[in-house]
């Protein structure tokens, strides 16, 4: 039979997993032993909640039923259904008349059984008895038995019919625990008013802590716990206790459970995440999965929500948060209020606090919390070790803070965190598997919709979308071509930043861009490089990367470079005839990159000559020599780049020639005010070359 019933929590005699029809044929011959020894009496059947008690009174029943030469009449009494205390008085004693022979022989031996309960029962609830043939079972209430005839004479007329009854009869009840405290009371008092008489006992299924706890609530214990264990063990004279899961059984059923759903959503779990989950169990879940009840309940959680995510998510980190979700309401509600900037390393007052936090610290705060989220004391440590298996940057400075240092897919990664609590992909997200769909549409047959639909993507949500497309674009060199310009497009209008929790924009994009770099084929590099340069700043792109990851261990090809000096060296030439005044910012940055990419052995002395010819003038020239300092998307005038002065011509040269212009410019200017203009750059320029000479002549 399949497991993957988990919403289910009906008796299932049928399915015996836990090795329960041993334990109740061993229960019948205990039954028939005290029916041997004893006239009536009273047995516990003792188990937790969800620990399988009705499955094995049903099997017990069965027994009963078949046991030979004298089966048993079981009346299965549920006190759980009657609506008040007087109510279930009068069930109670219906459903033992009910239980004794029929037919003209008995008839006037039932109708003494009815009177003895008939005088001690309450009047004006026999007819409001549900499912209960009131006429029939206590024939008149008016008939009541009066005079000299006292409650007593009637119960020795009863003992003496039920004496007679050949089969044992045996009361049944289930759900004790779900009592009231006065209902609860209500059925000890019947058992034990009704106890003495013979040939009738009780097997009293229940949750003793609960009972305990019921008991303890009412005058008879008046809030004593040893007084409330004594006055059940007045009640109860046999224990039945249904073994606890064994450590094995435990493991077996979330086995079981784990694997019908690894099969059901076609998952391939990885040697770390098998792992992962192993230690989770025996560290923490298996001191919550203590029962067939807890364990379905959780797995019919991960069953009912898991569907609309898979391949979306990690399903052990799935799994272990629709634990939480289960077991620790409180935590769960946490994880997505006060702990999420902390838990995805986002949290501004640890990243800029000057007093680093210890291993030892982090841990007891982090303990401290969980306790004041109603996590049990034992079960603190566990649970703890669990947060840092989905959340790794609470394992602080050793924790993996690199572009793609969390786990691909899992709860710790901001990418994602939002999926696990949304049960779905959120509508400001992109599915990972349209992405990887779109990226193979495009790949396989230039499918110009996935395109247009990548292009959005990047434009709108870019440091998530690079984030995903590093795994995807391994092995795809017709995506990787079609997209680099594609992120050209993105690069120009990102914003530069010096520091962003999430990572730095241009940063993730040109981290991109190498990756398709090195999967384009060497036949199409030329094609793309030419495609790429057309857009304003793809080839400062293309040299940005070629530069900042040449020592990477996967290189790209040396063909990229030639074809990117190429691109740079024909837009730096169309710059010579232009006076440099005319030349915007953006169009001189691709002098630095020329430079950068073929070598300033190559260019220096070009540039150099359009100095010495006129082409250029010196001021103009240091002029666009000025550095930006960005913030955002604002920039402002920064320093003299007085390295490349001097290795181009040799700051002398601009000392000679703008010695009039320096000596008539006004006070120093000041850094970061002034705007992008030539003229300010001319002032910037005079005032620092100034400073320079004054300086390097002192």
């Known amino acids: 039979m399949s497991q993957r019933s988990y919403f289910r929590d009906d008796p299932d005699p049928e399915n015996d997993r836990l090795e329960r029809e041993g334990f109740a044929k061993r229960t019948v011959s205990a039954l028939t032993e005290i029916r041997q020894q004893s006239k009536s009496s009273v047995a516990g059947l003792i188990a937790p909640w969800g620990a399988g008690k009705s499955t094995t009174l049903e099997m017990i029943v069965k027994g009963l039923e078949q046991h030979d030469p004298d089966p048993w009449v079981v009346v299965d009494l549920n006190p759980w259904l009657y609506s008040d205390v007087e109510s279930l008085q009068l069930g109670f004693f219906v459903s033992l008349r009910e239980a004794l022979p029929r037919g003209k022989k008995w008839g006037k031996k039932r109708e003494r059984v009815g009177n003895f309960f008939t005088a001690i029962s309450p009047i ?9 043939d009131a006429s029939s079972a206590l024939e008149s209430i008016g008939e009541r038995i009066a005079g000299d005839v006292s409650a007593n004479a009637l119960r020795k007329k009863a003992e003496e019919v039920l004496g007679e009854v050949g089969s044992p009869i045996l009361f049944m009840m289930d759900d004790l625990d779900r009592l009231t405290p006065d209902e609860l009371l209500m059925v000890f008092k019947l058992v034990r008013l009704v106890g003495r008489l013979p040939n009738v006992y009780y097997l009293l299924a229940y949750d003793e ?42 493991a077996h059923l979330v086995d079981s459970a784990v694997n019908e759903l690894l099969a059901t959503y076609s998952i391939d779990l990885t040697r770390a995440e098998e792992e992962s989950f192993g230690i989770a169990y025996r560290g923490c879940l298996r001191h919550y999965l203590t029962t067939p009840r807890s364990i379905n309940r959780y797995f019919a959680q991960v069953d009912a929500f898991y569907d609309s995510l898979n391949k979306e998510v990690r399903f052990v980190d799935f799994a272990l948060l629709t634990f939480i979700r289960t077991f620790e309401p409180g935590v769960y509600k946490n994880l997505t209020g006060v702990w999420r900037d902390e838990l995805l390393g986002e949290s501004a007052k640890f990243i800029f606090s000057t007093k680093k936090e210890s291993m030892s610290d982090r841990e007891d705060r982090w303990q401290a919390m969980l306790a004041e989220a109603h996590v049990a004391t034992a079960n603190i ?15 602080g400075d050793g924790a993996p803070h690199s572009l793609r240092g969390d786990a691909e897919r899992g709860a710790g990664n901001r990418d994602y965190f939002d999926r696990y609590f949304s049960f779905g992909v959120p509508n400001d997200d992109i599915s990972d598997v349209a992405m990887r769909q779109m990226v193979d549409a495009i790949d396989e047959e230039l499918d110009e919709a996935s395109l247009d639909v990548m292009r959005t993507t990047l434009a709108s949500d870019t440091k998530r979308t690079c984030r995903k497309l590093f795994r995807l674009m391994a092995d795809k060199p017709n995506a990787s071509a079609l997209l680099l310009p594609v992120l050209a497009e993105v690069y120009a209008d990102a914003d530069y930043e010096l520091f962003a929790i999430d990572g730095n924009t241009r940063g993730l994009i040109e981290e991109l861009a190498r990756i398709a770099m090195i999967e384009i084929s060497a036949s199409r590099i030329d094609e793309v490089v030419d495609l790429t340069g057309g857009l304003p700043h793809g080839a400062i792109m293309l040299s940005t990367v070629l530069y900042r990851f040449s020592d990477r261990d996967v290189p790209i090809n040396r063909e990229f470079k030639s074809s990117t000096v190429k691109l740079l060296d024909r837009r730096v030439s169309a710059l010579f005839p232009q006076p440099l005044e005319d030349v915007s910012t953006h169009d001189f940055r691709h002098v630095y990159h020329w430079r950068l990419t073929a070598g300033k052995e190559a260019t220096d002395s070009r540039l150099k000559q359009a100095l010495v010819d006129g ?50 410019n006004g006070p120093p200017p000041q850094r970061h005010h002034y705007e992008d203009t030539i003229e300010n750059r001319r002032i910037v320029a005079l005032g620092q070359l100034k400073q320079r000479r004054d300086r390097d002549r002192a």
């Not at 004006?124 to 209960?132: A, D, E, M, P």
């Open 124 to 132: 004006g609830k026999v007819n409001g008895l549900v499912g209960i």
């Open 209 to 250: 802590k609960t009972l305990l706890d019921l008991i303890q609530q009412t005058s008879v214990a008046s809030g004593n716990r040893a007084r409330a264990r004594e006055y059940m063990e007045k009640i109860i004279q046999v224990r039945f206790d249904v073994p606890d899961l064994r450590p094995a059984q435990k």
């Open 381 to 395: 440590p566990g649970l703890y070790k669990i947060l840092l298996s989905l959340f790794p940057r609470l394992q």
């Open 615 to 664: 082409q250029w003038n010196a001021l103009d020239f240091a002029a666009r020599s000025v550095s930006m300092a960005t913030s955002g998307s604002s920039e402002y005038l920064a320093d003299v780049q007085f390295d490349l002065l001097e290795e181009v011509i040799g700051l002398d040269y601009f000392y000679d020639a703008l010695q009039s212009q320096m000596d008539a």
